[in-house]
Nanobody, 119 residues
Framework: VQLQASGGGLVQAGGSLRLSCAIS????????IGWFRQAPGKEREFVAA?????NYRDSVKGRFTISKDNAKGTVYLQMNSLKPEDTARYYC????????????????WGQGTQVTVSS
């Protein structure tokens, strides 16, 4: 299983970005897919995940939306009302079960895409 994240960039506060995670190797309907982020000097943290359910970290609820297109093998993270504190490298990950968890207990990881939000 390979994951390729894309869609990051530089955006002003209040702006929007849509991240994509293209997954190859197996049907994504059999996986839980998560988005995580890591800022310099900080631990990697859970952002959102989709599988048999969806889950979001509190600070992104109402601003971020995770979705997936099973036919395209792609999971999206729509990020609206971005804030400088959302600046980080964003990673997608896959778990060999549809059960969503907020820990980093995922089996496969992509290389990440950088999101920078200017104030």
């Amino acid at each position: 299983v390979q994951l390729q994240a894309s869609g990051g960039g530089l955006v002003q506060a209040g702006g929007s970005l849509r991240l994509s995670c293209a997954i190859s190797g197996r049907a994504i309907s059999t996986y839980a897919i998560g988005w995580f982020r890591q800022a310099p000097g900080k631990e990697r943290e859970f952002v959102a995940a989709i599988g048999s359910s969806t889950n979001y970290r509190d600070s992104v609820k109402g601003r971020f939306t995770i979705s997936k297109d099973n036919a395209k093998g792609t999971v999206y993270l729509q990020m609206n009302s971005l804030k400088p504190e959302d600046t980080a490298r964003y990673y997608c990950a896959a778990r060999k079960t549809v059960v969503v968890v907020t820990s980093t207990n995922y089996d496969y990881w992509g290389q990440g895409t950088q999101v920078t939000v200017s104030s």
